[in-house]
């Protein structure tokens, strides 16, 4: 099993669309959880951490299930902007080292 | 805001030259880190330092090394350039607590020829 694994994508939304991305990891030790995007030949920007309870931040809301190995990023009426990679990573343990999913690359179209 | 800069957009270079990637952060990180991206396979992370002097392998340290001579600077150094370094390399920094995340710098998109 990969460490962070992801929906290969790509995904191609309506503006306005619900879009869901699931990601898995198989190190049980991992603490820390964030989603990023990454937009074409630019650098990986924070989009949000991701909390045990869920957290929400405007159109978008992280889950994170322990038990499974599994995070999820919703969005909620997709904008053109949101066009871009978006990336999930975990943090291996307590070493502060990132794993890397591959991305899910999204297109939103007018 | 968190600063990252990394000091070339783009740069070429030949084969079996040395060189220098180089990589400032302004916010007082502790950890500093060195990833390349290459399509299909994603950031790899080379190297990383979680204090001055203080370095670790990551997963792909061969073929380059690292130095960490003052908290705010970290270089790159490719000891002997060759093709198969041709990518793009991204260094970032973060706060010494496992709940913090990194923060990147905008890219150096490396050439071998």
């Known amino acids: 099993r990969k460490e962070v694994e992801q929906d290969p994508g790509p995904f191609n939304v309506p503006e306005g669309a619900t879009v869901a991305f699931n990601c898995t990891y198989s190190?049980?030790?991992?603490?820390?959880f964030f989603w990023y995007r990454q937009d074409c030949r630019k650098e990986p920007k924070l989009l949000m951490s991701?909390?045990?309870s869920g957290n929400e931040d405007g159109r978008f809301t992280a889950q994170l299930n322990r038990a499974s190995q599994y995070i999820s990023l919703l969005i909620r009426d997709s904008k053109l902007s949101d066009s871009a990679t978006y990336l999930c990573?975990?943090?291996?343990?307590?070493?502060?080292?990132?794993?890397f999913g591959k991305g899910t690359l999204l297109t939103v179209n007018p | 805001d968190v600063k990252v800069t990394q000091s070339s957009r783009y740069l070429v270079k030949r084969t079996g030259e040395k060189v220098f990637l180089e990589c400032v952060q302004d916010?007082?990180?502790?950890?500093m880190f060195w990833y390349r991206q290459d399509p299909g396979l994603g950031l790899r992370l080379i190297y990383f330092?979680?204090?001055?002097?203080?370095?670790e392998k990551g997963d792909i340290p061969e073929g380059y090394s690292v130095s960490r001579e003052k908290k705010e600077r970290f270089s790159l150094i490719l000891e002997s350039a060759s093709t198969n370094q041709t990518s793009m390399y991204l260094c970032?920094?973060?706060?010494?607590?496992?709940?913090?995340?990194?923060?990147f710098g905008d890219g150096t998109r490396l050439s071998i020829l």
């Open positions: 991701v909390y045990s």
């Open positions: 916010m007082d990180h502790e950890n």
């Open positions: 330092s979680y204090d001055v002097k203080m370095k």
């Open positions: 970032a920094s973060s706060l010494v607590r496992v709940d913090q995340p990194q923060h």
């Open positions: 990573v975990v943090m291996r343990g307590s070493n502060y080292k990132l794993t």
């Open positions: 190190n049980s030790a991992s603490q820390s």
